[in-house]
């Protein structure tokens, strides 16, 4: 079946604008992970979300940052205010469970976000 | 806050020499994962680790999680040009920690 996917793959805006990015996980994960990789760095986790609800959401660096998942599927990442530090790619991944430490993330393509 | 250090930051190596990266924690990991990540790819799975001193091999790679659940090497042996990328590790805590990465150049 089709991987995670992520739209736009890349965004560009201006400083103070406000974005959205999107992620469709593997089709049956109930698990959904927002990451952020800035150049010459591992991903840093973000948000986790099992279901609809966020469960995890320590990795947020401030209020300008919000994830939904209404439906338990595709989620959203949104970002106010956008600064030239949010210049990062995004890269969303999903898994099969509940997060565990025995479970394997699927990562999708990342959205690269530039503000200008 | 918790850290995964991760050594060295870049590799570079003839064709058919080995290989090895290293990663260390502050913390003890209920698993450490490995993901490769091709230049201008997304992070790619490759293997997880749960069991104290546990060693996988995936042909020519080898893992290897230290006996304290705080270490992990990743070793390639005999590289070739398909193995250029870089290699993360990640613990997880939860939530999974990346490493920052040992970025692999193979020169042919």
């Known amino acids: 079946g089709a991987g995670v996917s992520q739209t736009p793959s890349n965004k560009v805006t201006e400083k103070g604008k406000y974005v959205e990015l999107r992620c469709d996980p593997i089709?049956?994960?109930?698990?959904l992970y927002w990451y952020r990789q800035s150049l010459g760095q591992g991903p840093e986790f973000l948000i986790y979300?099992?279901?609809?609800?966020?469960?995890?959401d320590s990795g947020l660096p401030n209020d300008r940052f919000f994830a939904v998942r209404p439906e338990g599927s595709v989620s959203t990442l949104k970002i106010q205010r956008t600064e030239r530090g949010d210049s990062a790619v995004y890269l969303c991944?999903?898994?099969?469970?509940?997060?565990?430490?025995?479970?394997?993330?699927?990562f999708g393509p990342g959205t690269r976000l530039t503000v200008l | 806050g918790q850290q995964v250090m991760q050594i060295p930051q870049y590799q570079h190596v003839q064709e058919g020499e080995d290989f090895t990266t290293y990663c260390n924690s502050s913390?003890?990991?209920?698993?450490i994962q490995w993901y490769k990540q091709r230049p201008g790819g997304h992070p790619v799975f490759l293997i997880q680790l749960v069991k104290s001193g546990e060693v996988k091999k995936q042909k020519r790679l080898t893992f290897q999680f230290g006996e304290a659940k705080k270490n992990s090497s990743l070793h390639i042996t005999a590289t070739q040009t398909t193995d250029v990328g870089t290699y993360f590790c990640?613990?997880?805590?939860?939530?999974?920690?990346f490493g920052k990465g040992t970025r692999l150049s193979v020169i042919a």
């Open positions: 913390t003890t990991l209920s698993n």
């Open positions: 089709s049956g994960h109930t698990a």
């Open positions: 990640a613990g997880f805590i939860p939530p999974l920690v």
């Open positions: 991944a999903s898994s099969l469970r509940a997060r565990t430490s025995t479970d394997t993330q699927y």
């Open positions: 979300f099992q279901g609809t609800g966020a469960a995890d």
